[in-house]
């Protein structure tokens, strides 16, 4: 059903000259992504740059930040942890990805949740992810500073440059930089991502290659035999919840399938490949360090856990390899945030839920450079305040409401069948998969901090607010 008046386009200048049309030279492997009213974004992104997008944002936490915290509180069975959060991704990957070859647009889980459940739904979930985008980048580039500081540090140059006081102008100087890098063209935030994503699983499969031939006893190193479940299985599925958050990256290669090539072969295999690629890391780093140190060992160096392993396995050189490592995650992690926070804001616009000169294109590079500075320009201003920590665990709980709202978006559409709804991959026993997938996400935020529960309700009444404000006369569902 079309509402008083359906979404303004815009993908065209004054002039109606596409952004392609002016100053935008052809690209022969580019396909263009066109409605319509015109050609909206090129689609830039192959399979690789998919599979680098998703795993470039979900390696961080789950190698760099949690094996310590996890394996103190569950022991080697954390890697179980891991591998339960890992199949919860998929219950939710393949609806994600049955959807996206659909309405393979901008957006992500805000389009396909407002085209099957309405406008209010997609400007809670699409305002609400714009802002959750935008607390996570703001984390990772301040876990970018601290790495980068701790590699100054350990290199001798930190005294005379003031140590860890550098932190927040090095993660302001990056943040700048990859935004400026995400406006002079998607195809060239990419490439960053392919290679930054190449030498960090390099770096990181021969760390967990050694360290699990040192684990088995191939170099002749002991290792004492440690129980499984040394806490009894409870502690697992808490820790499961916990270590969840480093799962949420695979639906930002949604938000950006209106920069994919062939979207109905490359989405579904970049969503459900990326989970599957970085689960195996999760699970083999915690056995890796689970069997280096030994998991009371492993709790009582928390967050820096990974950091000893390292020297434990490899001295100097493997605390440099794994700042360095942590430095390419931090990268990867708000380069493709970045991207997504920007689609996420131009489907927003495009829709007319927000002002709609936000979705306006840069002619001469073709990437949305309003939507750009509203998703870099917040970034860095969270950055400046700092404590971005509870604020992390806010875009977790936004992410887990759209993932559950997908799920229910994709049960909604095959019980509909609409005539427009076409997809290229459907999900094998759809109601089971997505009726998992719904319960398992809303499911998990019960296990979050009360304040952080609190500040994302806070978020969606107040996106609700401005819809009911600003576009209560947009209707979504069915507007493709």
Not at 77 to 106: D, H
Not at 260 to 275: D, E, F, H, Q, T
Request: proline share 4%.
């Amino acid at each position: 059903m079309e509402g008083p008046h359906e979404p303004e386009r815009s993908g065209t200048n004054e002039a109606g000259e596409s952004p392609t049309q002016v100053g935008h030279p052809a690209d022969a492997e580019a396909e263009a992504s066109v409605t319509e009213e015109g050609t909206e974004l090129e689609r830039s992104i192959g399979l690789v740059g998919g599979v680098a997008i998703g795993v470039g944002t979900m390696i961080g936490a789950g190698i760099f930040v949690f094996p310590g915290l996890a394996a103190g509180q569950a022991g080697p069975a954390a890697a179980g942890s891991f591998a339960i959060g890992a199949v919860i991704a998929l219950l939710v990957a393949l609806p994600a990805s049955e959807l996206a070859t659909a309405m393979p647009k901008s957006g992500g889980g805000y389009y396909f949740i407002s085209r099957a459940l309405g406008a209010l739904p997609g400007a809670v979930v699409g305002i609400s992810i714009w802002l959750g985008l935008v607390f996570a980048t703001a984390f990772y580039l301040v876990g970018f500073g601290n790495y980068a500081a701790e590699l100054l540090v350990q290199a001798g140059i930190g005294a005379s440059i003031g140590g860890l006081g550098v932190v927040t102008p090095l993660a302001l100087v990056f943040g700048v930089l990859l935004t400026g890098l995400n406006l002079f063209g998607t195809e060239n935030a990419a490439k960053l991502q392919n290679y930054v994503v190449g030498l960090l699983l390099t770096i990181l499969v021969l760390f967990l290659g050694y360290g699990g031939l040192d684990a088995v006893g191939v170099f002749g190193r002991a290792t004492t035999p440690e129980t499984f479940l040394p806490f009894g299985v409870a502690p697992v599925f808490t820790t499961a919840a916990l270590v969840f958050t480093s799962y949420l990256g695979f639906a930002q290669v949604a938000t950006v399938a209106g920069d994919i090539k062939n979207p109905g072969r490359n989405l579904p295999l970049a969503m459900v490949g990326s989970v599957l690629i970085v689960g195996v890391l999760y699970v083999g780093t915690i056995f890796v360090a689970t069997s280096a140190m030994g998991s009371l060992a492993l709790g009582r160096a928390g967050e820096t856990a990974i950091v000893d392993v390292a020297a434990e396995l490899f001295g100097v050189a493997g605390v440099f390899a794994i700042l360095v490592a942590g430095l390419l995650a931090t990268v990867s992690s708000a380069n493709a945030s970045i991207l997504s926070t920007s689609r996420a804001v131009f489907a927003v616009s495009k829709d007319a839920l927000i002002p709609q000169q936000a979705s306006r294109m840069n002619l001469k590079y073709g990437t949305p450079h309003v939507a750009l500075a509203m998703a870099g320009g917040p970034v860095l201003v969270l950055v400046a305040l700092g404590e971005t920590e509870v604020l992390a665990e806010v875009a977790s709980f936004l992410h887990l409401i759209m993932y559950g709202l997908m799920c229910v978006a994709l049960i909604a559409l095959r019980r509909d069948e609409p005539e427009w709804y076409d997809p290229d991959f459907r999900v094998p026993a759809y109601r089971v998969v997505a009726g998992l997938g719904a319960l398992a996400s809303f499911g998990l935020i019960f296990f979050m901090q009360r304040a952080s529960q609190i500040i994302g309700l806070v978020v969606m009444v107040a996106a609700a607010g401005w819809y009911k404000y600003y576009a209560s006369d947009v209707s979504l569902k069915g507007v493709l």
